[in-house]
């Protein structure tokens, strides 16, 4: 069975950072794009990063550039988030995805095929 498996999440101050981890199962890791989505209440879940695991390319929201980094470790099928000076509006459930697609469109959640559970981020004043 395919299994996406998100966490690190909790309760932070703005300013403060946490490392969020996607563990993977079920499929070939290094052949897919592992997406790093979130959703705040009442918004539309948007795409926050990608690593293509075939190239290591990455990608970022602009509202999170030089704040989050996303990795890959192909050796433990994980893939982490950064994420440093975090903001109010950083707060969200935060998904992990996977695609075999990977382009420009990376932050499409239609062009993803799998999904894990996600996992809370708060940030506090």
């Known amino acids: 069975d395919v299994q996406l498996q998100a966490s690190g999440g909790g309760l932070v101050q703005a300013g403060g950072f946490l490392r969020l981890s996607c563990a993977a199962s079920?499929?070939?890791?290094?052949?897919?794009?592992i997406g790093w989505f979130r959703q705040a209440p009442g918004k539309e879940r948007e795409g926050v990063s990608c690593?293509?695991?075939?190239?290591?390319?990455?990608n970022y929201a602009d509202s999170v550039k030089g704040r989050f980094t996303i990795s890959s470790d192909n050796a433990k099928n994980t893939v982490y988030l950064q994420m440093n000076n975090l903001k109010l509006e950083d707060t969200a459930v935060y998904f992990c995805?996977?695609?075999?697609?990977?382009?420009?469109?990376?932050?499409?959640?239609?062009?993803?095929?799998?999904w894990g559970p996600g996992t809370q981020v708060t940030v506090s004043s």
């Open positions: 995805a996977a695609t075999l697609w990977y382009g420009y469109r990376w932050y499409a959640t239609h062009m993803y095929d799998y």
């Open positions: 079920g499929f070939t890791f290094a052949d897919y794009a």
């Open positions: 690593i293509n695991n075939d190239d290591g390319i990455t």
